[in-house]
């Protein structure tokens, strides 16, 4: 089971990333995929979730109307829209699969390496 994120990189703020979590070994339709970010003497912060095959999502409030979550079974990939971004979203991004939706960080089962969002100007 293997989950691989991309995507991060150097952006302005407003600026706007998709970053995208490969799953393989598994199929993500039996399982939620979250997304978490972490900056170093922080803990892990779960910003988004969405569930296996109903669809259902979940958002932290600091990132609630301005990050979309989706999936695409056929392709086992799950994407995070990044859009109006903030000096305060820099942080490193991981992937993570659980058996349902949670922003729990130890709820998950497989953690993907993560990829350096750095917003500024």
């Known amino acids: 089971v293997q989950l691989q994120a991309s995507g991060g990189g150097l952006v302005q703020p407003g600026g706007s990333l998709r970053l995208s979590c490969a799953a393989s070994g598994f199929t993500l339709d039996d399982n939620a995929i979250g997304w978490f970010r972490q900056v170093p003497g922080q803990e892990r912060e779960g910003i988004s979730c969405?569930?296996?095959?109903?669809?259902?999502?979940y958002y932290a409030d600091s990132v609630k109307g301005r990050f979309t979550i989706s999936r695409d079974n056929a392709k086992n990939m799950v994407y995070l829209q990044m859009n109006s971004l903030k000096p305060e979203d820099t942080a490193v991004y991981y992937c993570a699969a659980a058996p349902f939706v949670t922003n729990v960080p130890n709820t998950y089962d497989y953690w993907g390496q993560g990829t350096q969002v750095t917003v500024s100007s």
């Open positions: 969405i569930s296996g095959s109903d669809s259902g999502v």
